[in-house]
């Protein structure tokens, strides 16, 4: 019987499975972790709203009180007063790109309302994969959403490596023509070795 390759995905019983190695673990972890914490890391789930305060046991619900806040702070409270303007870092630009490219003050207010939910949606990718991934490797069992939350995950992962090497569409080529002594080379295999686990959970996600 033919063993199957590591980090390649197939479909049974409507789930996807895979099995990693300890050392393909260890780069596609560090890897989404980087992307995560470039997002601004994990929010605490037990954070309070700034400004709120939970009532006190046998109160009940705390009567209602006109607003104190501007709209602007209220916006803010809720999480919807982002940033205007595309990040410098050419990365997090690719990450985060802008909604309109022309029509700035468009593109503006649009990032403004979706950044900050857009950033919170690569931590949560980020994490599935970290939660589903074996520290040390061993077999991967996805279900859809976990398996789409992957796909967004290497995606990520993929732009940014594409990003910070300037990878072409010709990147095989150069892949081909790397030597050993070239810096660039580990990465252009991790990009390639993404995109071949990549392609495999979609093939295996369509069947």
Known sequence: ???RPTGAFRRS?????????????????????QVAELMGGAADPGAAVPGTAAPAAGQGPAPRAEPEASLEEMAAMLGAAGPTTPPDDPVLARLL???????????????RYTEQGLRSGKVAAAQTVLDTL?????????????????LRAINDVRLAIGTLLGI????????????????????????????????????????
């Open 1 to 3: 019987m033919r063993r």
């Open 13 to 33: 019983r409507g789930r996807v499975s895979a099995r990693f190695t300890a050392s393909q673990a260890v780069i596609l972890r560090n890897l989404v972790s």
């Open 97 to 111: 790109p802008d909604g309109y490219r022309d029509d700035p003050e468009a593109a503006g207010e649009f990032r």
């Open 134 to 150: 074996p520290a040390k490797g061993g077999q991967v069992r996805l279900g859809p959403e976990d398996a789409q939350a992957w």
């Open 168 to 207: 072409t569409e010709d990147y095989e080529d150069e892949l081909a023509q790397a030597s050993w002594a070239d810096p660039r080379s580990a990465y252009l295999e991790v990009y390639h070795w993404l995109g071949y686990v990549q392609d495999s959970l979609v093939r295996a996600l369509s069947r």
